[in-house]
């Protein structure tokens, strides 16, 4: 039932059916990785495109006052309290930030937020590539870590051949 709401407001966000009829509303946009499909780091569930990225971005900048996430966390900030406000956030700080990101939203002046990840700044993996791994190599004793601590209500068996949609 959550995913059908997600799905049906993010289809009446992006046609602007919504915000016409919203006023003083605060919305973080967050993205993990920014990279072409051609990148070794590119996963098609949570990288974005860089040209979709612009696009995006256009639309928030059309649609939000784009702020920093200590302005859209206060209360008491707003210009104008009959404008949405948005923020842009980065999850894990891929490379990608630094080739793409930074530059874009730096020329174009516009504030966000890394949240930065030492798998990702380190080996330039997330947290589920480390399971995926040890998924293919029948690390068991990894598996079972994990699986003990996250995953108990389940068969060790079915949560070893797919751990990262079990824990999605």
């Known amino acids: 039932k959550r995913l059908l709401f997600k799905v049906i407001y993010q289809g009446l966000l992006s046609r602007n059916i919504i915000l016409p009829f919203t006023k003083n509303v605060r919305y973080i946009f967050l ?32 649609n939000f ?19 949405n406000l948005a923020s842009i956030a980065f999850d894990d ?14 020329q174009k002046q516009i504030p966000f937020t890394v949240f930065v990840n030492q798998n990702a700044i380190q080996e330039n993996w997330l947290w589920c590539n ?23 209500e389940m068969s060790f068996s079915e949560f070893a051949a797919d751990p990262v949609t079990c824990l999605s």
């Open 65 to 83: 006052k784009i702020v920093g996430l200590d302005e859209l966390t206060d209360e008491n900030y707003s210009d104008d309290k009959s404008q």
């Open 130 to 152: 480390n399971l995926l791994m040890a998924a293919r190599q029948n690390n068991e004793k990894y598996l079972r870590k994990i699986y003990e601590q996250f995953a108990p």
């Open 93 to 106: 700080g891929f490379i990608s930030l630094s080739d793409f990101v930074f530059p874009y939203l730096n």
């Open 31 to 62: 993205f993990h990785d920014v990279s072409p499909e051609s990148a070794a780091h590119h996963h098609p569930v949570y990288s974005t495109k860089p040209e979709v990225f612009q696009k995006i971005t256009e639309w928030i900048e059309k």
